[in-house]
């Protein structure tokens, strides 16, 4: 088990983690939730008000937030599709808090899944917690690609960076991620 997921039967999973990997990955998370924020409220708010708050009208204006929160319709940003800016904006305010909540909630959860790790070693995953990860993962490398502005075609050569490179790391971070993803899609189907 070098650092990927393996079925757990039943559809769970497991995954050996060393220090160093569940440390990266932990890193990586914290930084997640950073970007995705605070929620609406601390403490002791009125849990009724919270049930109606309302979210956002307008995009994120970070690239990568705006990439794990997208437009719902069309492509508010041309000029001459008013009626899906609109359509998104009023999707947005009723859905973002509730989407940008389940985010944080994920990626908090892995983070104290690996905070159970101490120095390492393996986690084991039920079925309703691999559909957590995965989302956590999900999210960590669609946040990871935007900064990097990977795309389909590579045309940058981000797949093969000297070493010397800057951005290397962040890359090799982002195709780890993609292994577990898909290593974690697998152990799930088994």
Known sequence: MAGLFESAGGGGAAIALDEWEASIL???EVQLLELIGPGPGGEGDDPLAALF?????????????ARLFPDAYGDP???????????SGEFRRFTELDLRAR?????LFVVRA????????????AVPDC???LGALNDLRLAVGVRLEVTEDDEDGLYELPDGDERKPLMMAYLWL?????????????
Do not use: F, H, N
């Not at 708050?53 to 307008?58: L, N, R």
């Not at 993609?178 to 697998?186: R, V």
């Open 26 to 28: 932990r890193s990586l």
């Open 53 to 65: 708050a309302e979210g956002p009208t307008e995009a994120p204006a970070d690239p990568a937030l």
């Open 77 to 87: 940003g041309k000029p001459e599709d008013e009626e899906a800016r609109v359509a």
């Open 103 to 107: 985010k944080r909630d994920d990626a």
């Open 114 to 125: 690996l905070d159970g790790l101490g120095d390492g070693g393996v986690l084991k995953l």
């Open 131 to 133: 559909q957590r990860w």
């Open 178 to 190: 993609g292994a577990l993803q898909e290593s974690l899609l697998e152990a799930m189907a088994d």
